[in-house]
Nanobody, 115 residues
Framework: VQLVESGGGLLQPGGSLRLSCAASGFTISTFSMRWYRQAPGKERELVSG????????????VYVDSVKGRFTISGDISKNTVDLQMNNLKHEDTAVYYCSALTRWGQGTQVTVSS
């Protein structure tokens, strides 16, 4: 099982980024996928999650209140990836973002929002 995040960067408030988590060793449609983030000096927090992405049984998504209406999680079973579209980014979104599934973690990707 391997998870590899990509798409982080440096941008100004109000901007958008799309993070991607490429999974290997398992099929995302049968598991729960999660995006977490950890800001400097803070604990890691759940940002968003999607259960059974792209499955016929139906997806279930969750978001932390602070990102509702700004972030969208989605799964692409053809690519076995889970993306996190982040819009209207704020300073407080600055963190290392991690993908997680099956008790495994990716290496993280840095998102910095700065004016």
């Amino acid at each position: 099982v391997q998870l590899v995040e990509s798409g982080g960067g440096l941008l100004q408030p109000g901007g958008s980024l799309r993070l991607s988590c490429a999974a290997s060793g398992f099929t995302i449609s049968t598991f729960s996928m999660r995006w977490y983030r950890q800001a400097p000096g803070k604990e890691r927090e759940l940002v968003s999650g999607i259960d059974n992405p792209g499955s016929r049984a139906g997806e279930k998504v969750v978001y932390v209140d602070s990102v509702k209406g700004r972030f969208t999680i989605s799964g692409d079973i053809s690519k076995n990836t889970v993306d996190l579209q982040m819009n209207n980014l704020k300073h407080e979104d600055t963190a290392v973002y991690y993908c997680s599934a099956l008790t495994r973690w990716g290496q993280g990707t840095q998102v910095t929002v700065s004016s």
